[in-house]
């Protein structure tokens, strides 16, 4: 690693320890982070070669704060955080309710001189990006559930980014696109120069025009924010690649190219509200729209129709799903069929347990492209890659590395599928990889796409049975499941 990037790694992380025993999160030092690092790259904007024109007012600019110490210091803070959060455009987005969560004023010193002292518009991306993935990923192992769920494994995104390869001048989307990993990935891949020799007009595309996202948390958002920005996507006085709400209310608009994404896991949309005693209560969101085939409460089958919704004619998309897509009956089973109909459903990736910060999850990523209409079916075989029967990983003790999904890259064989081949066969039944036809899965019961075919060692092995945690998360898991399923027969129901 260079000298400049564990240097300036080293000082941000040497600062975890004093904050934490001060009570501040991950994600609230990432938040403050965002908030110092913006205005000193502001500041190093304003001088030469760049002489920006910043757009911040002055009196509230990091030269008039980073010479303070103590109270000073705190109060300039605090106004110039209130004050920014007043502006338009990309400043007031980033500090919008923004308020100091550094309740020592001597830790606040540490951290504005820490800014300071580095150079951060001629860093790279890289070095800055290294600092804001570490932090994120480290929010999501210290919140465990709530953001940390939206953590997705950064070598499953990097698989999927392979599996679809992105092409220059083409448009990306992600409708929850959390802190900007899928994004990042794509940009990382188009920007290769071994993979392609961009133009100037290319690498402007690149940073301007490709990127569409979407992201319903407000911190999440500004965090996204800052990281596209710290990765040269988007620029503070252009136009916002991330737009902040409920992606699923309504149609954008826009068509895209590709959607790479993984939708936030728990199966019910809500909306709280306070009824006419005063008391908050939470009721089902369901989404009335038109480009719907099917009106659901579920939330990744809602995501799946609004991603359908969001492809051009040609357009392909990578989506982590959540088991039920696979099998639930009543919306999903009508999901299903019109995606086996009017788009090409080729993949999906069974994923393994333990890669998710919410324990149990068990996870799919399917891959389709959209289609012109048309009067034929336009999927004629699904291809299933079973990494999940007899396979486990851990957060920390067994990660998942890119390693780990060389071989399904290997098989989904992205430069021609029609060259791919199965693993699996009649002589070699534990092969992972085995393709179906729409017509098998068609007359499947509720047209299920959750298919295995693998035998289960700890089923086998009573010696060889998972960590107690492990089935503990997975029956809670199945409860939960089972418990949604009943809800939502009781809704329908009650339709009636």
């Given at each position: ?36 690092i ?28 980073n ?21 338009g ?15 020592s ?72 696109c959390?802190?900007?990993?899928f994004?990042?990935?794509a ?13 100037r ?48 209310l ?43 085939w ?34 639930e ?40 492209d ?44 992205s ?54 945690d492990?089935?503990?998360a ?23």
């Amino acid at each position: 690693m260079p000298n400049q990037t564990s240097t300036i790694i080293s000082k941000v992380w040497g600062m975890c320890n004093p904050l934490r025993d001060s009570g501040v999160s991950y994600g609230d030092y990432l938040e403050q982070l965002t908030y110092l690092i913006f205005l000193k790259m502001s500041d190093e904007y304003s001088k030469p070669p760049y002489r920006r024109e910043t757009g911040i007012p002055e009196g509230y600019t990091w030269a008039d704060m980073n010479t303070l110490k103590g109270a000073e210091l705190e109060e300039q803070y605090r106004a110039t955080l209130e004050k920014l959060g007043e502006q338009g455009g990309i400043l007031g987005k980033i500090f919008k309710g923004a308020v100091n969560k550094i309740g020592s004023a001597a830790i606040l010193y540490r951290i504005v001189q820490m800014i300071g002292q580095e150079r951060w518009v001629s860093m790279s991306s890289d070095v800055k990006g290294e600092i804001y993935e570490g932090l994120l990923q480290k929010n999501a192992e210290d919140v465990k559930s709530g953001a940390g769920q939206y953590f997705t494994p950064r070598p499953l995104i990097r698989a999927m980014v392979r599996c679809v390869r992105p092409e220059p001048m083409k448009t990306i989307a992600d409708p929850c696109c959390g802190s900007g990993g899928f994004f990042l990935a794509a940009q990382e891949y188009v920007a290769d120069p071994n993979r392609y020799t961009l133009t100037r007009e290319q690498k402007e595309f690149l940073k301007a025009k490709t990127f569409y996202g979407n992201e319903i948390v407000p911190a999440t958002y500004k965090t996204a924010l800052m990281n596209l920005y710290l990765h040269n996507i988007g620029d503070i006085y252009g136009a916002v690649p991330v737009t902040l709400g409920d992606a699923l209310l309504t149609d954008p608009g826009y068509r895209v190219d590709y959607v790479l994404t993984n939708p936030p896991f728990g199966k019910k949309s809500s909306m709280t509200f306070t009824n006419g005693e005063g008391e908050q209560e939470e009721e089902d969101l369901v989404y009335n729209r038109q480009d719907f085939w099917a009106t659901s409460t579920n939330k990744q089958l809602n995501f799946v129709q609004h991603i359908n919704t969001l492809l051009n004619n040609t357009g392909k998309a990578a989506v982590v799903v959540p088991d039920n897509v696979l099998f639930e009956g009543g919306a999903g089973e009508t999901v299903r069929r019109k995606l086996l109909e009017t788009t090409d459903l080729h993949t999906i990736l069974r994923l393994p347990t333990g890669i998710f910060y919410k324990p149990g999850v068990k996870a799919n990523v399917i891959f389709f492209d959209k289609r012109p209409a048309g009067p034929q079916r336009q999927t004629k075989e699904v291809w299933i890659y079973d990494f999940r029967t007899n396979v486990h990983f851990t957060l920390k003790q067994h990660p998942m590395t890119d390693g780990d999904l060389e071989d399904f890259v290997s098989c989904y064989h992205s430069e021609n599928r029609q060259q791919r081949k199965e693993t699996w066969s009649e002589e070699n039944p534990s092969g992972r990889w085995r393709k179906f036809s729409a017509e098998e899965i068609l007359a499947r019961d509720k047209t299920s796409l959750d298919i295995f075919w693998i035998k289960d060692q700890s089923l086998a092995d009573l010696d060889n049975l998972p960590e107690p945690d492990q089935l503990a998360a997975d029956i809670i898991e199945n409860l939960q499941s089972a418990l949604d399923g009943f809800q939502e027969l009781k809704r329908q129901l009650g339709s009636f």
